[in-house]
């Protein structure tokens, strides 16, 4: 039943977020009955942040291939991937509502921001490191842009076109990653 | 009135999305009376449309610098602008629940993007002209890249480091341009 109700919870708040959220509908939705979720639940912000830590990882999938257009590719293909369907919505609303509601939010937004920070910020210290980029490469810029670009293509993709921009992937991953190493470099010679 | 009542209206929008956005918060925070929204506007859709249209325009900013430099700042400048504010939440929202309200938004979510687009396409098309840029050169990588970086930047911050954010704009916007131009120029001389 856990299982059921957390899918659903996400789901709904990808779709409505907070204010839209209702444990009216999550129960309608999961088929599980309203009491059954207020005697396990306490609330539906405690409801909410036990299902989005249960369903949705922060980004880890830094892959350590000791290249990093490898590591940047395997980084693109995660944020298109999450970014094209419920559980990228659900980290958009996030956003949002942190900045709407920071005392109900700030934590969960925190868990998620920190995790990929720090998992981008050793990817980018380890390619420092190898001499493929310059001393001074800032993690936020690779995560602004990674995130970002996944973020607009998105939010602006036309409804049903989830399909076709999931077949083309590994050409958007590729444009991406280009422009973002050759960004990142600027003149310098990888050694 | 109409004036106070759109700008209500696009604030309660940003901060909860169409989910949780009632005539009865308009009507209470803007001081009008219920009856006389419900008798000025058909229904809710209605006066979110227009008052998105009336705030809040298309990014028009392209200033014509004659140097792809500039013109990117400058549209760099209004980007960070806008999302470090209601306008931007607002347009956020706008996106997500185009997507999960296809039919009511996609119009809206339409004049947005096309009207952001055609304004990239121009300066890109003037920029490869100028022999500035590659011929190929993806305005979508560029529009993604300038509002990602700004979405991210934004949706992530810390609640009340707006100002401190507002103050480091030009700091913000020289490394993105720079990464941004030296990405999309790879190893393109410039004439």
Do not use: C, N
């Amino acid at each position: 039943m856990e299982a059921r109700v957390y899918s659903v919870v996400v789901l709904v708040f990808a779709e409505k977020g907070w204010a839209g959220f209702t444990l009216d509908e999550v129960a309608r939705r999961s088929g599980v009955g309203k009491a059954s979720v207020y005697l396990r639940w306490r609330d539906k912000r405690e409801l909410l942040l036990a299902a989005m830590r249960d369903r949705l990882e922060p980004f880890q999938g830094w892959t350590h291939t000791g290249d990093l257009r490898e590591d940047l590719k395997a980084m693109a293909r995660y944020v298109f991937g999450m970014y094209w369907g419920w559980a990228g919505l659900a980290i958009m609303r996030l956003w949002l509502d942190a900045r709407t509601y920071p005392d109900l939010f700030a934590d969960l937004r925190d868990f998620y921001l920190f995790g990929s920070v720090r998992t981008v910020e050793a990817m980018i210290a380890a390619a420092v490191d190898r001499g493929e980029l310059p001393e001074g490469t800032a993690p936020a810029l690779v995560l602004g842009t990674m995130f970002g670009v996944a973020t607009v293509q998105v939010s602006v993709a036309p409804p049903g076109q989830g399909e076709d921009l999931t077949a083309r992937t590994e050409e958007y991953v590729d444009r991406l990653v280009d422009m973002v190493l050759t960004g990142l470099r600027g003149g310098h010679q990888p050694r």
